[in-house]
């Protein structure tokens, strides 16, 4: 693995014990941990900026109740998105659901940024 697989991998792990919920890079696990009750989905890079001090890269990052999107679910990622802003210092987030494959999960995004 890259370092930049390496440094995701780490934020991932980050993520998940400041937030408190597990965290995967991988899409394939997403309907396994939502169904344990919830997750964290760390995407693919939207963006990469090389600066002096070393490569920036912005990175979605989705918290993922499971499905349906009913109260319940909106209460768990209600619950878990003031810490996962914290962690991704971030100010702002999207109530978006998210596909993976053919199955669609309530999630909230936000986009964090990570200074390699």
Do not use: E, K
């Not at 169904?35 to 600066?51: E, K, N, S, Y």
């Not at 490569?55 to 109260?71: C, E, F, S």
């Amino acid at each position: 693995m890259g370092v930049y697989g390496a440094a995701l991998d780490q934020f991932a792990a980050d993520l998940a014990a400041a937030v408190g919920a597990p965290a995967t890079r991988d899409p394939s696990a997403v309907a396994g941990l939502t169904a344990a009750g919830g997750c964290i989905f760390v995407g693919f890079p939207t963006h990469m900026q090389r600066l002096l001090t070393g490569p920036n890269l912005d990175v979605p990052v989705h918290l993922v109740a499971p499905a349906p999107g009913d109260a319940r679910a909106a209460d768990w990622l209600l619950d878990h998105l003031d810490a996962l802003m914290d962690a991704c210092a971030v100010g702002a987030s999207t109530n978006r659901p998210l596909d993976v494959g053919d199955l669609t999960y309530p999630a909230v995004t936000v986009t964090a940024r990570i200074a390699l």
